[in-house]
């Protein structure tokens, strides 16, 4: 995985089928677009949508509205 063109590549653990989970080194709010490789192949594209702590806390979810 390749996020807002950064050189250095994520490396995707599978979680199942589906799903994998990267780590990355974003420290910053805001949209990022992500590139997907199988090898060298371009598989897909993502756009991130990366939330402050702030906005996690303040956005109103499912589970938030259970208590």
Same mark, same amino acid.
């Given at each position: 995985?390749?996020?807002?063109? /950064?050189?250095? !590549?994520?490396? $995707? *653990? %599978? /979680?199942?089928? &589906?799903? +994998?989970? /990267?780590?990355? *080194?974003?420290?910053? !709010?805001? %949209? +990022?677009? $992500?590139?997907?490789?199988?090898?060298? &192949?371009?598989?897909? %594209?993502? &756009? /991130?949508?990366?939330?402050?702590?702030?906005? %996690?806390?303040?956005?109103?979810?499912?589970?938030?509205?259970?208590?």
């Amino acid at each position: 995985v390749v996020i807002k063109g /950064i050189s250095t !590549p994520f490396i $995707a *653990e %599978k /979680i199942d089928k &589906n799903h +994998y989970h /990267i780590k990355t *080194e974003i420290k910053r !709010p805001g %949209k +990022y677009l $992500a590139d997907v490789f199988d090898s060298d &192949n371009l598989i897909g %594209k993502n &756009n /991130i949508d990366v939330l402050s702590e702030t906005q %996690k806390k303040s956005s109103n979810d499912d589970f938030d509205s259970m208590f």
